[in-house]
């Protein structure tokens, strides 16, 4: 539960959309960003794949370190 995948997305130096597995969706931080974030929630199968990037991506990679 300590696992946290966070993506964000950068335009010139400014985040404009964050997806977090914790909140489990997009949320826009600019005018622009807010826009994507809408269209990046409308999409259920991207949203599923996002969310088990924890799983596929993090939880993986953990014993590593």
Not at 23 to 39: H, R
Request: glycine share 4%.
């Amino acid at each position: 539960n300590d696992i946290e995948f966070i993506r964000s997305t950068y335009y010139n130096m400014e985040e404009l959309a964050r997806f977090s597995s914790s909140v489990g969706k997009f949320v826009g931080y600019t005018e622009y960003g807010l826009y994507c974030a809408e269209y990046w929630n409308s999409d259920p199968s991207y949203l599923a794949q996002m969310r088990a990037q924890k799983e596929t991506y993090c939880k993986h990679n953990i014993d590593i370190d």
